[in-house]
């Protein structure tokens, strides 16, 4: 299970007074017997949080591969300068 789910498991049971165990593998059954729909209000919530966690990570993902996927190319006159002063051509970005 991802760090995420972990997280968002623990608040909810924290929401509900409970201990979450994350190398519990839990039943429906089990989820049931916890009354759920009593805290709906909170699950939505932690539910919205990571829906909106999600999308942040999706935008960071593709903005991320965007930019790994650029070349950055040194002009001309750059490439002579450092050439002449005998410095490393490595850009570090």
């Keep these: 299970m991802c760090f ?6 623990r608040q909810i049971f924290h929401g509900m007074g409970r201990e979450y ?3 519990k593998q839990y039943k429906v ?3 049931i017997h916890c009354h759920l729909v009593v805290y709906s209000q909170l699950i939505d919530s932690i539910l919205s949080s990571a829906i909106e966690a999600y999308g ?3 935008q960071f993902s ?3 591969s965007f930019w790994m996927e650029r070349e950055f190319k ?3 006159h750059m490439l002579d300068s450092a050439e002449k002063s ?3 051509n490595t850009l570090l970005l």
Aim: proline share 0%; glycine share 4%.
């Design 21 to 23: 165990d994350s190398l």
């Design 62 to 64: 593709k903005i991320q």
């Design 86 to 88: 005998g410095q490393n």
């Design 56 to 58: 942040v990570e999706r």
């Design 4 to 9: 995420y789910q972990v997280w968002y498991w």
């Design 29 to 31: 059954a089990e989820l």
């Design 74 to 76: 040194l002009s001309e």
